[in-house]
């Protein structure tokens, strides 16, 4: 007799990340012997982590710090969190105000387990990073998804956050740097929001600064909570060293907010996770106490790969590009082509199948912008070398001028 696996009613609303799988695809051809497979699909940075951090690893294991930390965070690692929003973000929270999880994914999964019943809204401007719909949906709720354009850069605007407020509304996502768009929020676009969130004092506001400091124009960086103070009460900052520091794979995020929340989101890890590794945790309060030198360093090879990419793809005829103005993704559109055809016949429908049929016969690995609630678009990353970014660029055109 066969036992049948039962999956939970919560596993069903949720779906695999569109980017591990097409990443995994691009892994799997080169593992069957394609040799050639460019793959521009992961949202990493391409930089290992800096020697200072790593050595403050060492230490910490040498010194025995690998008992279970307490479930917030060590201290060592909540005072830099706190000082880093000082100093980075003119935000004052005290240390019953930070959180540490293992990553920013894990944070804006504790804020919203924390907080959300059957019925309740997020509100989530498209397009948006793959999770946040994903974790919504998998605590009962639902997510509303709030349109940008291309022509106005990718920006939420006001009037389309106030008709979307309901009274079910409990959150509302902002994520700037974007992933995918790249886009960025100056103070006049937080400011607009923030005079809509003032006339609706129910919604309380996620923050996703992630890529904070992979941001290429001369304004200063800027977060809701310090452009509309009177918000500070009902805003979770959210931030880590993931994207900054070349520290994807060590998982330390974390966040500032309400003693509430904050103190509501540590027992849902308590009883998740138990907190994020203490190893880990002593290695993040280095890269945020130590010199800063190596944000620069990594934000002026990423300014350069993105000027270049962005040039090549706007050198494709009907190929538009928007220029990112942070993080490092580029999201060309390709709704032109939709409703071509391959030499081989196949048309292509959906952005989907561009993608597909892209990877199938260049090579190339990107992510299709409906992954991403936007249609039409396709996502590039450049943590990549400006090598491959060239390679890439070239056989993306060449297979453009295939279509017909
Ligand atoms: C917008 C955004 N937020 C959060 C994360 C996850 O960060 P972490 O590695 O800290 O979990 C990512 C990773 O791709 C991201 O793109």
Known sequence: MTTEFKHSDALSRISPSATIAITQKARDMRASGRNNILSLSIGEPDFDTPEHVCEA??????????????????????????????????????????????????????????????????????????SYPQLTQLCGARPVFLATKASDGFLLQADILE??????????????????????????????????LQRHPHVWILTDDIYEHLIYTDTPYSTIAQV????????????????????????????GGPAPLIKAMELVQSQLSGGASSIAQWAAAAALNGPQDFIHECRTSFRIRRDRLVAALREIKHMDCEMPEGAFYAFPSCEAFLGCATSQGKVLKTDEDFVSELLDKTGVAAVHGSAFGSPGYFRISYAASSDVLDEACGRISDFCCTLR
Not at 69 to 85: D, H, T, Y
Not at 168 to 194: C, E, F, H, K, Y
Not at 228 to 255: E, H, Q
């Open 57 to 130: 690893a060492r230490a910490a294991i040498a010194a025995g710090s690998t008992r279970y930390p307490p479930v917030s965070g060590v201290p060592v690692l909540k005072e830099a969190v706190s000082a880093k929003f000082t100093r980075d973000n003119g935000l004052r929270y005290a240390i019953n105000q930070v959180l540490v999880s293992a990553g920013a994914k894990q944070v804006i999964a504790n804020a919203l387990m924390a907080t959300l019943n059957s019925g309740d809204e997020v509100l989530i401007p498209t397009p948006y990073w793959v």
């Open 163 to 196: 008709a979307a407020i309901t009274p079910r509304t409990r959150w509302l996502i902002l994520n700037s740097p974007s992933n995918p768009s790249g886009a960025v929020m100056d103070r006049q676009a937080l400011a607009r929001l923030g005079e809509v």
């Open 228 to 255: 509309c103070p009177d918000l500070f009460d009902r805003t979770l900052t959210v931030n880590g060293v993931s994207k900054a520091y070349a520290m994807t794979g060590w998982r330390i995020g974390f966040a």
